[in-house]
């Protein structure tokens, strides 16, 4: 019978290059910058969110999406928004005066 391996073990057998610039760019995205933009805003609207202490559902309310598509924003699946909608998520989470600088 194979003997488990630790998550160490596992751990120790990945590896991992350190890389400069964007990883949107190395993943070979041709809107690499929008991606990065998206990617600030959408940690933005988590961090309003965290510090608001507001809950998904809450917060879903409202932004007038439902709670779900909330959660799959947060979790980095943000491709099918467009920088305009995330900055009114902010303006909506109380953050008025965002968007001028990811214009």
């Given amino acids: 019978m194979k003997k488990q391996r630790t998550h160490e073990e596992e751990l ?16 070979g995205y041709k809107n690499y910058k929008e991606m990065e933009t998206k990617a600030t805003l959408v940690m ?10 507001l809950t998904q559902v809450a917060a879903a309310d409202t932004l007038k999406i439902s709670q779900p598509k909330l959660s799959h924003l947060l979790n980095g699946h ?7 909608r995330l900055i ?5 989470l109380g953050q008025d005066g ?3 600088q990811y214009m």
């Fill in 12 to 27: 120790a057998d990945i590896s991992t290059e350190i890389v400069s610039g964007s990883i949107y760019e190395q993943l």
């Fill in 44 to 53: 933005e609207i988590h961090s309003v969110i965290k510090n608001k202490k």
């Fill in 78 to 84: 943000f491709r099918g928004y467009s920088v305009e």
């Fill in 88 to 92: 009114h998520f902010l303006n909506a």
């Fill in 98 to 100: 965002v968007g001028a």
